[in-house]
């Protein structure tokens, strides 16, 4: 497959407020997502200055003065990933969202997204790295319809996912108020909070491989709150494979964004966490009752698989 490699940078003029900042610590403060160690990284490699002065982190920066930090961005020549069609309404559509595209219309990655290839607005949202069941709307009357469904949590969706560790009991709840997570670097980040929004969610266990430490787990969430699954099973001490922002420590996420590589699992693509959005059902506009259920994802390992 043929590849191209786009250079991509960031500029930042140095103010008269900044006279005397260290570089590190102006970088930090221009790039607040990014940790200590990656701005340290990207000087030794990867910024340069306008004085043409040699940049590291201890060099105090001078107003007037432009730095410019650079990354590349691998782009694969092949086409979009395309959602695969499961139900095509009069009214709306259920679609197979592929992992590498956004459900709606994102500025760092214009027309990578599921509203743009199909050309119909959302009901919902799934992760840019989330598979599965997404239901998307053709008529006004659908938005409103769908948009009232999801608000009165008369929507019910079944998620698998592929998780680190091996779960010791067979079916398990998570109650876990969530809010965003002010300690991140990361904007949009959840975290467990007491004082958050109330969120639970049920866990099933279906399957597991002791020799990799992976489980399959069904979750269905019983609130639609921004990550939750993500975050519950977390919480629960059963990360999902792959998730850079939850499994661990943020850094990972960050280097992504910035183009960084990064040590994954053999068969996780970067970016993509193992939860798929298995089945969808609601009473559509017409009121009828309606279920659908998206394939099993072609990188789930086979060996968690279900039999039937």
Same mark, same amino acid.
């Given at each position: 497959?043929?590849?191209?490699?786009?250079?991509l940078f960031? @500029?930042f003029?140095v103010s008269e407020?900044?006279? =005397?900042?260290?570089l590190?610590?102006?970088?930090?403060?221009?790039?607040?997502r990014?940790?200590?160690s990656?701005?340290?990284?990207?000087?030794e490699? %990867?910024?340069t200055?306008?004085?043409?002065?040699?940049?590291?982190?201890s060099?105090?920066?001078? +107003?007037?003065d432009?730095v410019?930090?650079s990354f590349? @961005?691998?782009?694969?020549?092949?086409?979009? +990933?395309q959602p695969r069609?499961?139900l095509?309404?009069?009214?709306?559509?259920?679609v197979d969202?592929?992992? =590498?595209?956004?459900?709606t219309?994102?500025?760092?990655r +214009?027309?990578?997204?599921v509203?743009?290839?199909?050309g119909l607005?959302?009901?919902?949202r799934?992760?840019? =790295?989330?598979?599965?069941?997404l239901?998307?709307v053709k008529?006004?009357?659908?938005a %409103?319809?769908?948009?009232?469904s999801? %608000?009165?949590?008369?929507?019910?969706?079944e998620?698998?996912?592929?998780v680190a560790?091996i +779960?010791?009991?067979a079916s398990w709840? $998570?109650?876990a108020?969530?809010?965003?997570?002010?300690?991140?670097?990361?904007?949009g980040?959840m975290r467990?909070?007491?004082h958050g929004a109330?969120?639970?969610?049920?866990c @099933?266990?279906?399957g597991?491989s002791?020799a990799?430490?992976?489980?399959?787990v069904r979750?269905?969430?019983?609130s639609g709150?921004?990550h939750?699954?993500r975050?519950?099973?977390?919480?629960?001490?059963?990360? $999902?494979a792959g998730?850079l922002?939850?499994?661990?420590d @943020?850094?990972h996420?960050?280097r992504?964004?910035?183009g960084?590589?990064?040590?994954l699992?053999? =068969?996780?693509a970067p970016g %993509?966490?193992?939860?798929h959005?298995?089945?969808?059902?609601f009473e559509?506009?017409g009121?009828?009752?309606?279920?659908?259920?998206?394939p099993?994802p072609?990188?789930?390992p086979d060996?968690?698989?279900?039999?039937?």
């Amino acid at each position: 497959m043929a590849t191209s490699v786009r250079e991509l940078f960031q @500029e930042f003029v140095v103010s008269e407020a900044h006279r =005397g900042w260290r570089l590190d610590h102006f970088l930090q403060s221009m790039i607040p997502r990014m940790s200590r160690s990656s701005v340290q990284e990207a000087i030794e490699q %990867r910024v340069t200055l306008s004085s043409g002065a040699r940049p590291k982190p201890s060099r105090h920066v001078v +107003p007037g003065d432009v730095v410019r930090i650079s990354f590349r @961005e691998r782009q694969d020549d092949a086409p979009l +990933p395309q959602p695969r069609v499961l139900l095509d309404a009069a009214q709306f559509m259920v679609v197979d969202k592929p992992a =590498g595209l956004s459900t709606t219309p994102h500025a760092a990655r +214009p027309e990578e997204d599921v509203a743009s290839v199909v050309g119909l607005a959302p009901a919902h949202r799934l992760d840019r =790295g989330t598979t599965g069941c997404l239901v998307l709307v053709k008529t006004a009357l659908a938005a %409103r319809h769908f948009e009232q469904s999801f %608000r009165e949590h008369r929507v019910r969706k079944e998620y698998l996912a592929v998780v680190a560790g091996i +779960p010791e009991d067979a079916s398990w709840s $998570i109650d876990a108020p969530l809010s965003a997570d002010p300690s991140s670097r990361v904007p949009g980040r959840m975290r467990v909070d007491p004082h958050g929004a109330p969120a639970s969610t049920d866990c @099933e266990l279906i399957g597991a491989s002791r020799a990799a430490s992976l489980a399959l787990v069904r979750a269905r969430p019983r609130s639609g709150r921004r990550h939750q699954v993500r975050v519950h099973l977390a919480e629960s001490g059963h990360p $999902i494979a792959g998730d850079l922002l939850y499994g661990g420590d @943020e850094r990972h996420f960050i280097r992504h964004q910035l183009g960084q590589g990064l040590d994954l699992p053999e =068969g996780i693509a970067p970016g %993509r966490h193992l939860l798929h959005a298995s089945t969808i059902s609601f009473e559509d506009p017409g009121g009828h009752l309606v279920r659908v259920e998206a394939p099993w994802p072609d990188d789930f390992p086979d060996d968690l698989r279900p039999a039937n």
